[in-house]
């Protein structure tokens, strides 16, 4: 199979996975993917709300590529948390900047949290700062690797652990249900 072919497959199925769009949009973005390369792996995506109906829209302020929707408000809700967590575990990933957490001060602002994996790795990274892993493993006497895994957004840390990296960073754990 040859890269076209697989390009091909790929854009296809991730047709599938978007939302229905115009005529207009269809040559627009049909007009996007052939100016991109093969292989990018980028999929242009068109958000807003679908041209048959209105759908709540959700958008993090300071995760600019966290977009969803959903077909009522609850469920634009879970999505949010979803994309979320997602697109945060892709920067820590990635090893790109995690942006401070928005005020929410504007009108129609709510707040959503992502999954418990997420935020524990993001708040133990935004936590570190710039000090370097190898400190923090050597002050919790554990080995780099064991440090590492605290701020893996697929790994299952500990409460004794997350205690234990908290107040090395000098910081308290502190637990809340919603």
Known sequence: MNAQQ???QTENASS?????????????????RSA???GSGRNPR???PVESRQRPAIAAQSVPEAITEGDTYE?????AQEVLSLSLRGRIEDGQPIPLPSTGKRKQAH????DALAQSAVLLRLA???????DLARAMETSWAAAQRLED?????????LDRAAKVLGKRLVLSLE
């Open 128 to 134: 570190r700062g710039d000090r370097p892993l190898a």
């Open 153 to 161: 957004p697929h790994h299952w840390p500990s409460l004794k652990q």
């Open 75 to 79: 469920e634009a809700m879970l999505h």
């Open 111 to 114: 707040l959503v949290a992502p």
């Open 6 to 8: 697989t390009h091909a």
């Open 16 to 32: 599938k996975m978007c939302a229905p769009v115009g005529a207009g949009q269809r040559e627009r973005l049909q007009e996007i």
């Open 46 to 48: 068109r958000y807003g």
């Open 36 to 38: 991109r390369p093969a």
